[in-house]
């Protein structure tokens, strides 16, 4: 059994953060939380409505408090957004107040898993299909300073 009471899958857009935090809750007989999901609640919005209609900077403080509401939460398994740990405090928070696993997959592997789900992700919804691939590896070399911790 795992020492810590709450664990944070962590990764890019596309990594399977969802799918693998529902199977681990499942093995471990714990609740999965999404963290989108809480805030499209809280909110009342989409990612995508709040994206296009308040802005990144907006939705990623509401993403920042969301995370930190859920600190009181135990024998659970969280799934944040791609971009969760490279705002704000929201790495040294996770690391502080649970295990945290990256899920990491090659930028070739990431654009296999989103081409067909662009639309549907506000931060590549506008890329040309054919820019994808340098659009993640940009990002990912970027955010990977934050997963790594």
């Known amino acids: 059994m795992l020492s810590s009471q709450k664990v944070y899958i962590i990764g890019f857009m596309g990594s399977g953060k969802t799918t693998t935090g529902k199977k681990l809750a499942s093995l471990l007989g714990w609740s999965f939380i999404d963290l989108d999901k809480v805030i499209e609640e809280k909110t009342g919005k989409t990612i995508a409505e709040l994206f296009s209609y308040s802005g990144e900077d907006y939705f990623r403080d509401v993403e920042s408090e969301a995370l930190k509401g859920l600190q009181s939460e135990m024998n659970s398994i969280i799934s944040t957004g791609g971009g969760t740990p490279c705002y704000g405090d929201n790495m040294a928070f996770m690391l502080e107040t649970g295990l945290t696993i990256y899920l990491k997959l090659t930028p070739a592997q990431l654009k296999s898993r989103l081409i067909e789900s662009k639309t549907e992700r506000p931060l590549i919804k506008n890329i040309n ?21």
């Not at 994808?132 to 590896?137: G, R």
């Not at 070399?141 to 934050?146: A, G, I, K, L, Q």
Request: proline share 0%; net charge neutral.
């Open 129 to 149: 299909s054919n820019d994808l691939l340098s659009f993640i590896e940009n990002k990912l070399s970027f955010r990977e300073t934050y997963y790594n911790k």
